[in-house]
């Protein structure tokens, strides 16, 4: 089964929107995009623009639903679609549940939101090689100690762990980690502390203001943040989209829950491959593919080679 899988906040780089291929589905996408928004996207993807949150979420929608719209006009659709954190919402496009310009639009009041909340001294760090359980217990002994809480966001895998919290109190919890045997820990390129309790009211905003979107029951199966299992119907989906925010997004019970279903394809959209290489150490028998890593023709000729669908 096909899989596309779509990146969250922090995977963004410098120009990876005017990297994006030539193929005209891509330029439609992002002309759209400019219309809707009333804004030239191309902008959003500058040195100075990926320091908004506003900016870097709304361009990774777009660079996710452009792929999936290329790949369309080449006859390729996914069988399954699942993105983290904020690629929860073009993995909603792929398979569905949502239009393109209401996705767009609530993305833009998602990041908006978060972003007021706490504009600044906030964000993310990554931890490798503690279990979610030790993990858990060095959160519990930091506050214990008198710091700032910081909060499980993430978990990638059994052991890749994204914590959020305070600029102060992830440096000090990151100093902490590494004393207790964490192989790596940095801090990610994202400003708010995303997938916990400090973003509650901002997630009961985003659900009044989604309730005047409409969704549809997806075509495609669709893989939920918060739980890590299908979702099939509109009010789920979009129940998933509008509250991720506030909950740990439970990615790798995700990828596992794709690879049991039959996913053995995986594509990734740009831009980056943090997903991609996630996928190969929890799974090294799929097949998982980054699409800013090759020129389109041969993404294509890959995907229909791994899935059978060249004919031979």
């Not at 590494?178 to 901002?202: D, F, I, Q, Y």
Request: hydrophobic share 45%.
């Amino acid at each position: 089964m096909l899989t596309y899988l779509f990146p969250g906040q922090g995977a963004q780089q410098e120009g990876y929107l005017r990297r994006l291929h030539e193929q005209a589905a891509f330029k439609e996408t992002l002309d759209e995009a400019s219309h809707i928004l009333d804004l030239d996207i191309l902008t959003l993807d500058t040195p100075d623009a990926l320091r908004s949150t506003v900016a870097v979420q709304v361009g990774l929608v777009v660079a996710g639903v452009a792929t999936v719209r290329a790949l369309a006009a080449e006859h390729i659709e996914p069988d399954i679609s699942a993105g983290l954190s904020v690629g929860a919402y073009p993995a909603a496009v792929s398979s569905g549940a949502l239009a393109f310009d209401d996705a767009l639009r609530m993305v833009r009041r998602r990041a908006e939101l978060m972003e007021t909340a706490w504009p600044s001294g906030y964000g993310l760090a990554a931890i490798a090689g503690l279990s979610e359980h030790q993990v858990e217990k060095l959160a519990h002994d930091h506050q214990h100690d008198g710091h700032t809480p910081v909060y499980i966001a993430n978990v990638n895998a059994p052991r890749q762990i994204v914590m959020a919290g305070s600029d102060a109190a992830l440096d000090a919890f990151i100093a902490r980690a590494l004393a207790a045997g964490a192989r790596k820990a940095t801090r990610l390129a994202v400003s708010v502390p995303s997938h916990c309790v400090l973003l509650a009211k901002a997630s009961e905003e985003l659900l009044a203001y989604a309730k005047d979107i409409k969704f549809r029951a997806p075509l495609g199966t669709y893989i939920g943040n918060r739980g890590g299992r299908p979702l099939h119907t509109a009010d789920a989906i979009r129940d998933d989209l509008a509250t991720n925010m506030r909950y740990t997004v439970r990615w790798y019970d995700a990828l596992t829950a794709m690879i049991e279903m039959g996913g053995r394809v995986l594509i990734e959209a740009p831009p980056g491959q943090v997903l991609s290489d996630i996928t190969r150490e929890a799974f090294p028998d799929v097949t998982v593919v980054a699409a800013s890593s090759m020129a389109f023709d041969r993404l294509v000729a890959t995907i229909r080679r791994r899935t059978g669908a060249d004919g031979g």
